[in-house]
């Protein structure tokens, strides 16, 4: 408990001072009690993620512009004098003179309504798809930091167990040295190698607050909780034919062929360019007066219906239409060229796990039980004044550095079921 809120206060300065504070900072802190999993960490990260919220956001407002984007334009009022004599701007005067109101109303070209409501529903399928994308990148990023952290836990803990062994033997060879059965270089030389081990212990905890302050990023101070010692457990990754059948509907993938639609859609409204644009014009003329035979003169009610001619279409129309075209090639070469580099990378991570998985067993099968068999063997011989110490130092830096190589191979097999993981499109 007191290891574990000693890390989450380190930042603030907390490290060197009294115990009280330290209480004082548990008590506060209650809900800090767990150590961290990782689980907790990714959860925590969804939870806070800016990204995702932003996304989430936009999402929002293009379906609200896709319902706009479906309905008629507004129509607009239209009020005036028509044909008002200028001499005494009598209404009345005049029989042509008239006081107007009326309403226009435009109808898009043939179709564009409604595409252009498709184009808005496609691309906000497309940001709903890059919110899952979003999820998992977010996921991977903090499994690579809780492992990474995980790994320097676990290397601080072998180098622990490596500065007692070469504390044990700095202290064989100065009581030796005293009675005179081996010379100083040989205590020399088991200082110098037990101050590379204290050395190595201070490059390890700074890799440490170097991964937390990355996961601090995606968790915020949580990231300097005590987290749980074992390391996460993945499940096997799909086979690698079942793999690249999956990539086709990774939430990357998915996102692209979303916006390939969309410009697909744009070129449909080029197309609609192409046709003409109606209008019709209501309009309601009151006139004032009365005929020579005093009869009150009537109102008119005219109705016109207006549309644009597209005649001249060769720099309007056709480069409209060229351009989303083009723009509907990229589209699709962008998704092809993402499809290429995720197959690509899915098979280097696969071909990665395969020989990470080799190079474990030999670790667990050979190298680590041979290692440590011979640097027992040599330390028994030391003692017993029938080897030399150089024999020694080499057998136990080769131990302690195999372990050390096991550890940081079983971290990076773990970084690459997770990018795996990714890959496969998992969301839980």
């Known amino acids: 408990m007191f290891a574990s809120h000693l890390r989450v206060f380190r930042p603030r300065g907390l490290r060197s001072r009294g115990c009280l504070l330290i209480a004082v900072s548990i008590v506060a802190c209650p809900g800090w009690a767990d150590d961290l999993s990782l689980a907790d960490a990714e959860r925590i990260a969804l939870d806070q993620a800016p990204s995702l919220k932003a996304v989430a956001a936009r999402q929002v407002a293009i379906e609200q512009r896709a319902v706009a984007a479906g309905e008629l334009p507004d129509p607009m009022l239209k009020a005036g004098f028509m044909s008002l004599p200028t001499d005494t701007f009598h209404l009345g005067q005049e029989p042509m003179t008239q006081v ?3 309403i226009v109303q435009k109808f898009p070209r043939g179709s564009s309504r409604a595409l252009r409501a498709e184009q808005m529903q496609e691309r906000s399928a497309a940001l709903g798809q890059m919110a899952l994308d979003e999820r998992l990148r977010l996921r991977l990023a903090v499994t690579e ?3 990474e952290i995980i790994r320097q836990r676990k290397l601080a803990e072998i180098n622990l167990e490596a500065r007692s062994a070469f504390t044990e033997l700095e202290d064989i060879t100065r009581g030796y040295y005293a009675t005179g059965k081996v010379q100083q270089q040989d205590v020399l030389r088991s200082a110098v190698e037990l101050a590379r081990v204290e ?3 201070t490059r390890i905890a700074q890799e440490e607050d170097r991964a937390r302050a990355r996961l601090e990023a995606w968790i915020g101070e949580h990231a300097w909780r005590e ?3 074992g390391w996460p457990e993945f499940d096997p990754p799909a086979a690698q034919e079942a793999m690249h059948q999956a990539l086709e509907q990774h939430p990357r993938i998915a996102a692209l062929n979303e916006q390939a639609r969309a410009a697909d859609t744009a070129v449909e409204l080029a197309d609609q360019r192409y046709k003409p644009e109606f209008g019709i014009d209501l309009t309601y003329g009151a006139r004032g007066g009365t005929h020579p035979d005093g009869r009150d ?5 005219s109705v016109m219906l207006m549309m644009d001619l597209p005649l001249f279409s060769g720099n309007r129309q056709d480069r409209l239409k060229a ?3 083009s723009e ?8 092809d060229d993402a499809w290429r580099k995720m197959r690509s990378e899915a098979r280097m991570q696969w071909s990665i796990l395969q020989r990470q998985a080799e190079r474990l067993q030999r670790f667990e099968r050979s190298l680590l039980p041979d290692a440590r068999d011979n640097a027992e063997s040599a330390l028994s011989a030391y003692q017993a004044a029938l080897g030399d110490l150089t024999s020694l130092m080499r057998a136990r830096i080769n131990e302690y550095d195999l372990q050390l190589q096991y550890v940081d191979l079983h971290a990076e097999r773990l970084k690459t079921l997770a990018r795996l993981r990714y890959l496969q499109g998992e969301s839980s």
């Open 100 to 102: 107007q109101v009326g």
């Open 323 to 325: 351009a989303a075209v």
């Open 328 to 335: 509907s090639s990229a589209a699709m070469y962008q998704r």
């Open 297 to 301: 003169r009537s109102d008119l009610l």
């Open 227 to 229: 987290i749980e010692p």
């Open 145 to 147: 930091e809780y492992i």
């Open 199 to 201: 050395d190595r212990a």
